[in-house]
């Protein structure tokens, strides 16, 4: 039987729009996350634009990441990153997450991205593209409207993280200002 935490009910609540649902179910919720933005650089370009959450209770510390990276294979030469390291409750090591995704609004990354990727230090990552109409709904929604992130380890243990919007204005500043000078045409 998989064990939930009040967040999964959040979750929900978020998905079906109930705005007193959510309030309801955020009254057991893990605190709200530090949000940090993110800008990758690789020799002097910006590769990645996005945000880093780090959600704590108690002895349980989730960090999260989601980005949007630059990639000229995809249609929209974009992909979207979301990344997370769960440990275990015994703090020997770290959980492995079989299931990832970010819903904000009515936008999921859960079917294209696919099942997360083992990375470097208890790291799961699961990465994929949106369309373009999803990909602009998807940012705009997490950055005014929140989102949850849900998680699944390998014994069937859930957790969805409440992320609450809207961001703070110096966050979304930032996001705006790196994902704008990321795809600006270099000067010639």
């Not at 208890?122 to 593209?129: L, P």
Request: net charge negative; glycine share 10%; with cysteine.
């Amino acid at each position: 039987m998989k064990s939930h935490t009040p967040l999964v009910a959040a979750s929900a609540a978020f998905a079906c729009g109930s705005m007193a649902a959510l309030a309801a179910a955020a009254q057991n919720a893990l605190p709200e996350p530090a949000v940090e933005p993110l800008v990758l650089m690789k020799a002097g370009d910006i590769e990645a634009c996005g945000l880093a959450l780090t959600f704590i209770s108690g002895s349980e510390t989730i960090a999260t990441q989601f980005l949007l990276r630059k990639d000229d294979k995809a249609e929209l030469g974009t992909r979207f990153v979301l990344s997370a390291s769960w440990p275990k409750p015994d703090a020997a090591g770290f959980r492995t997450v079989t299931a990832l995704s970010l819903t904000a609004g009515t936008t999921s990354t859960g079917a294209a991205f696919g099942a997360p990727v083992a990375r470097n230090g208890g790291v799961f990552e699961a990465s994929g593209t949106l369309p373009a109409t999803s990909s602009d709904v998807m940012m705009r929604d997490l950055m005014i409207g929140g989102a949850v992130i849900d998680l699944q380890d390998q014994s069937g243990e859930q957790r969805a993280l409440a992320i609450p919007g809207p961001m703070a204005q110096s966050i979304r500043a930032i996001y705006l200002n790196c994902a704008g000078d990321m795809f600006r045409p270099d000067p010639a």
